[in-house]
């Protein structure tokens, strides 16, 4: 069982910056792979970045290729997210997700466990 824990959201103008964090809960957290995703209303989540058990192996999807950044410290329990250049595109709400085992997942439904959010308003 893993709880995670977001932080970081807020409004910045677009151009700016944001961290988010994820701090989980638990002993194995560098057996899990690990997610971040948004939501905007009415529209699916989906996957913004996503690492392997290290931090070796990472995914970006192509509308934040560039701009975000995900790390992991093992040592911490936690999990960031560097978002630069904010664009209004980018307003959602933000989730970090964990995926039991050590290999990196894209898919949704491969994550397990989820925080309860962080809102991120971007303002044009």
């Known amino acids: 069982q893993v709880q995670l824990v977001e932080s970081g959201g807020g409004l910045v103008q677009a151009g700016g910056s944001l961290r988010l964090s994820c701090a989980a809960s638990?002993?194995?957290?560098?057996?899990?792979?690990m997610g971040w995703f948004r939501q905007t209303p009415g529209k699916e989540r989906e996957l913004v970045a996503a690492?392997?058990?290290?931090?070796?192996?990472?995914y970006y999807a192509d509308s934040v290729k560039g701009r975000f950044t995900m790390s992991r410290d093992n040592a911490k329990s936690t999990v960031y997210l560097q978002m630069n250049s904010l664009k209004s595109e980018d307003t959602a709400v933000y989730y970090c997700?964990?995926?039991?085992?050590?290999?990196?997942?894209?898919?949704?439904?491969?994550?397990?466990?989820w925080g309860q959010g962080t809102q991120v308003t971007v303002s044009s």
């Open positions: 638990g002993r194995t957290f560098s057996s899990y792979a």
């Open positions: 690492l392997n058990w290290n931090g070796g192996i990472t």
């Open positions: 997700a964990a995926r039991p085992g050590y290999t990196i997942a894209t898919q949704r439904g491969a994550y397990m466990y």
